[in-house]
Nanobody
Framework: QVQLVESGGGLVQAGGSLRLSCAASERTFSRYHMGWFRQAPGKERDFVAAISWSGSGTYYADSVKGRFTISRDNAKNTVYLQMNSLKPEDTAVYYC????????????????????WGQGNQVTVSS
């Protein structure tokens, strides 16, 4: 069982930056494909970004491409989401997720592909 603990959310003005972190309990963290999703009130959980086991492959939703960067530090069992140029429409609860198998793009953008989820972290962007 992998436990994921997120941190780094909060309130920021439009145009500002935040960095989310997700620490995993699993020693074999480097074998997990990691993703970030977000869910705004009344909406479905949407894909934001994903990263491969080694960190060499990354995927992004079109809405965040060029503004958000996903990265991972396997030595620290942690995945990050650097969010720049934030917009009010980025307001949501952000979740990190772990998949125990390799995912290509078509699988990485689907929430059902992931086996473990964090508790969620609120990000609020004011206009």
């Amino acid at each position: 069982q992998v436990q994921l603990v997120e941190s780094g959310g909060g309130l920021v003005q439009a145009g500002g930056s935040l960095r989310l972190s997700c620490a995993a309990s699993e020693r074999t963290f480097s074998r997990y494909h990691m993703g970030w999703f977000r869910q705004a009130p009344g909406k479905e959980r949407d894909f934001v970004a994903a990263i491969s086991w080694s960190g060499s492959g990354t995927y992004y939703a079109d809405s965040v491409k060029g503004r958000f960067t996903i990265s991972r530090d396997n030595a620290k069992n942690t995945v990050y989401l650097q969010m720049n140029s934030l917009k009010p429409e980025d307001t949501a609860v952000y979740y990190c997720a772990a998949a125990s198998r390799m995912l290509r793009y078509q699988g990485a953008v689907v929430a059902a592909s992931y086996d473990y989820w964090g508790q969620g972290n609120q990000v609020t962007v004011s206009s």
